[in-house]
């Protein structure tokens, strides 16, 4: 996968970087924390600037889904994004034609009440999408030290339950992790060796898991 290049490019589009990304987005941690070994990633203005309203519409998802399971992102949601919703009111609009009161149960079956569950739409899962591809790009530069080729593909599945997250950690013993800010982000990955080819697991607030795949356009077919 060769050495660092001289001359930075943006992990995003390639294209001469001006500029540092942050990998996740600062937006995840609450007011006063940041990580503690930040994932910091060359990038241009623009890409930089063009992924911010999905980013935002992305932290809304995760920390309604997380709430319930996460101090941090309960911390969030009743703060920053509480604020967003009273300078923005169209924002509490969206969100709830996409809320409903479901049951909740703790992993043994004790009942513990009605919480507010999000469905998201396919508008909303292809803006998931994109910031997830933001931030599988800026960790195989990060791990690999080369931007991604534009070859290659990214692939997304997006789950929301503990017993996947849990499951999944089980049978994950072949990738390695950065479990760094472990209550708020982590990522596995293993690389299929000299290819940028690649499975990566990315898990927020401990309750919101994503599987992505980088493949190429030839082994599409296999996904």
Same mark, same amino acid.
């Given at each position: 996968?060769?050495?660092? &290049?001289?001359?930075e490019? =943006?992990?995003? =589009?390639? &294209?001469l970087a001006?500029t540092?990304?942050h990998?996740p987005s600062k937006n995840?941690?609450?007011?006063?924390?940041g990580?503690?070994n930040?994932?910091?990633v060359?990038?241009?203005? /623009?890409?930089?600037?063009?992924?911010s309203?999905?980013?935002e519409?992305f932290? +809304?998802?995760? =920390?309604a $889904?997380a709430?319930?399971y996460?101090?941090?992102?309960r911390? @969030?949601?009743f703060? &920053?994004?509480?604020? #967003?919703i009273?300078?923005k009111?169209q @924002?509490a609009?969206?969100?709830?034609?996409?809320?409903?009161?479901?049951d909740?149960?703790?992993?043994? %079956?004790?009942?513990?009440?009605? $919480?507010? &569950?999000?469905?998201?739409?396919?508008?909303?899962?292809?803006?998931? #999408?994109?910031?997830?591809?933001k931030?599988?790009?800026?960790?195989?530069?990060y791990?690999s030290?080369?931007?991604?080729?534009?070859? +290659?593909?990214?692939?997304?599945n997006?789950?929301?339950?503990?017993e996947? @997250?849990?499951?999944l950690?089980s049978?994950?013993?072949?990738?390695?992790w950065?479990?760094?800010?472990?209550?708020?982000?982590?990522? %596995?990955?293993n690389f $299929?060796a000299?290819?940028?080819? #690649?499975?990566?697991?990315?898990?927020?607030?401990?309750s919101?898991?994503?599987?992505?795949a $980088?493949?190429k /356009?030839?082994? @599409?077919?296999r996904f």
């Amino acid at each position: 996968m060769g050495r660092k &290049q001289e001359v930075e490019k =943006c992990v995003y =589009c390639a &294209q001469l970087a001006d500029t540092k990304d942050h990998i996740p987005s600062k937006n995840l941690f609450p007011t006063g924390m940041g990580p503690k070994n930040p994932i910091v990633v060359p990038s241009c203005v /623009e890409c930089n600037h063009r992924f911010s309203l999905d980013e935002e519409w992305f932290r +809304y998802f995760v =920390c309604a $889904v997380a709430e319930p399971y996460s101090f941090c992102a309960r911390q @969030i949601f009743f703060s &920053q994004i509480k604020r #967003s919703i009273w300078r923005k009111p169209q @924002i509490a609009f969206k969100l709830l034609k996409r809320m409903e009161i479901v049951d909740f149960y703790t992993k043994t %079956g004790l009942y513990l009440g009605k $919480v507010t &569950q999000i469905k998201p739409t396919r508008e909303d899962w292809s803006r998931f #999408s994109n910031v997830l591809d933001k931030y599988i790009k800026g960790l195989v530069f990060y791990e690999s030290k080369n931007v991604l080729p534009t070859e +290659y593909r990214i692939k997304h599945n997006i789950f929301v339950t503990e017993e996947c @997250i849990s499951d999944l950690r089980s049978r994950a013993r072949v990738l390695k992790w950065n479990t760094d800010n472990k209550d708020i982000f982590i990522y %596995g990955f293993n690389f $299929v060796a000299g290819t940028y080819k #690649s499975a990566w697991v990315t898990v927020f607030y401990d309750s919101v898991l994503c599987r992505s795949a $980088v493949f190429k /356009e030839e082994d @599409i077919k296999r996904f």
